[in-house]
């Protein structure tokens, strides 16, 4: 029976429940395999080697500092997927023989991929690997993760998060992968009982769309949507048609989405569970939770990342909590529920001459302060950007 109650959270598999990029390194090998019965590729970097790297840039500020040092740094001495890294079918060091020019060139062609797998499909297709051999080889990679070969992990604090949910909340899972893999993995990662339904094979992006609007409607909620809330790591294919049908999401930002418009963005999983938790203790119908309190979970989400930081810490601001950093406040949330950041004064200028005047000055007894500037609870989608200035701004001007 549906209530006002109703609530529908929809989560990806892989990046979201399903972590390691052990399953994405599978995938890169068996392209290397692929590649290496192939003319012309014998000296060309790894797939996997490549990934590997573009990965590793991408959670520690870009693919720029991984093409510099392309060749310099070796690499590991084995593999996540259990194969030596050093060793392939294209014969041991292969990479090497490129010389650090031909990964930097490597790393240029995966440039702004949107996770391993993108970057593992474009560099091969590069040097000929066509449809039925990419296939052969996700194929080959999710018959590896079924069997037990390749090691995955659970978000910390998941099985607690999904059980302390309101009855009411119906867990989904919606993946582009195929049941082979995702079934035995649920099982392995102690998940399966999690979930209330599981799609596999979703086509997303192209029927993600689809698939939120028939849950929203099996569940009476079309005219509800925020009740509804779609969880991954990807925008274009976990978030973008959830959106777009005005849902809520929530973005694992592991590599940086800079056009990703989600209601709420951390780097893990796990920083969003503070407002995966608000969301769910809402009524579809009349919240029980004020605008001021889902603002703070979303501030609080974003926080719980910065809080890993040496430095940084909770301290008291203007009759709330503030992010500081060695004491100096750079980021709170106003009796309103908006976002406050500190910025410096010729940014917030820019940022308050925006058209869309999203971000406006902050006003404190009649008078516009220069360097804080505010964003409202309706445009929390701007949060985690803001403050990342606001502590890059008030880290290199405190002591």
């Known amino acids: 029976m549906v209530t006002t109650d109703t609530r529908v959270l929809v989560l990806d598999f892989d990046g979201t429940v399903c972590l390691g990029d052990a399953p994405v390194y599978a995938y890169a090998r068996l392209l290397d395999e692929a590649l290496a019965a192939q003319a012309g590729n014998a000296t060309m970097p790894r797939v996997r080697h490549v990934v590997e790297r573009y990965l590793a840039a991408g ?61 593992a499909e474009r560099l091969a297709r590069s040097r000929g690997i066509g449809d039925a051999q990419l296939s052969a080889a996700y194929a080959g990679s999710r018959e590896e993760l079924a069997s037990g070969a390749i090691e995955t992990t659970a978000p910390e604090g998941l099985v607690e998060l999904l059980a302390g949910l309101p009855e009411a909340t119906r867990v989904v899972l919606v993946t582009n992968a ?15 009982q999690c979930f209330d339904e599981v799609i596999t094979s979703a086509g997303k992006p192209a029927k993600m769309g689809v698939i939120v609007q028939g849950l929203l409607d099996r569940d009476g909620l079309a005219g509800h949507p925020a009740a509804l809330l779609s969880v991954g790591d990807i925008w274009r294919n ?42 769910a203790a809402e009524s579809s119908a009349s919240s029980g939770v004020t605008p001021e309190e889902k603002a703070r979970a979303a501030f609080d989400s974003i926080a719980a990342g910065l809080l890993e930081r040496p430095g940084v810490d909770i301290g008291p601001m203007f009759g709330s ?19 406050v950041v500190k910025v410096p004064a010729a940014r917030a200028d820019e940022l308050a001459a925006e058209p869309a005047r999203v971000v406006e000055r902050m006003v404190m007894r009649q008078r516009e302060l220069r360097e804080w500037v505010t964003a409202g609870p309706g445009a929390t989608e701007r949060w985690a950007p803001l403050i990342a200035e606001a502590f890059a701004y008030v880290d290199s001007i405190t002591p």
């Open 59 to 119: 959670e520690s500020g870009g693919v720029a500092g991984a093409a510099a040092d392309a060749g310099q740094i070796p690499s590991q001495e084995g593999g996540a997927d259990g194969q030596a890294a050093g060793a392939t079918a294209a014969g041991p060091g292969a990479e090497e023989n490129g010389g650090g020019q031909a990964v930097r060139d490597a790393l240029e062609i995966v440039a702004n991929s949107v996770d391993g797998y993108e970057a």
């Open 178 to 192: 195929p049941e082979t893999g995702v079934t035995q993995q649920l099982e392995h990662l102690g998940l399966t």
């Open 238 to 279: 976990d978030l973008a048609p959830a959106a777009a049908l005005g849902c809520e999401t929530a973005l694992i930002e592991r590599l940086a989405a800079p056009d990703a418009r989600p209601t709420y963005r951390a780097a893990t999983i796990e920083q969003l569970y503070p407002a995966i938790a608000a969301w």
């Open 321 to 339: 909590e503030g992010l500081r950093i060695r004491g100096k406040v750079f980021a709170f949330v106003g009796s309103r529920g908006a976002l």
